[in-house]
């Protein structure tokens, strides 16, 4: 099957989109830097604790708190994620 439309217009857009969501995110930071890192889950419904888990970002937020600011041991950091 070939693909459609025009491929380079398409590349170009995805080329676009990763630093144009990167300067969102950097303006968010700066926004809400005395907000903290975000919602605590434990305090989330069942249901949106477990669609968080889902999120991939979730983990990796987790992981970027605990070795960055706190320096867990990758055991216990590990541990948590089961």
Do not use: N
């Not at 969102?24 to 975000?38: I, K, N, Q, T, Y």
């Not at 889950?41 to 987790?62: H, K, N």
């Amino acid at each position: 099957m070939t693909p459609r439309g025009a491929l380079l217009l398409m590349a170009l857009g995805a080329a676009l989109f990763v630093p144009a969501a990167q300067l969102l995110g950097a303006l968010a930071l700066v926004v809400m830097r005395d907000m903290g890192p975000g919602f605590p889950r434990e305090a989330m419904a069942p249901l949106a604790e477990a669609w968080g888990a889902l999120i991939p970002g979730t983990s990796y937020m987790q992981l970027r708190s605990d070795q960055s600011l706190r320096a867990t041991p990758v055991e216990t950091w590990a541990l948590s994620l089961l």
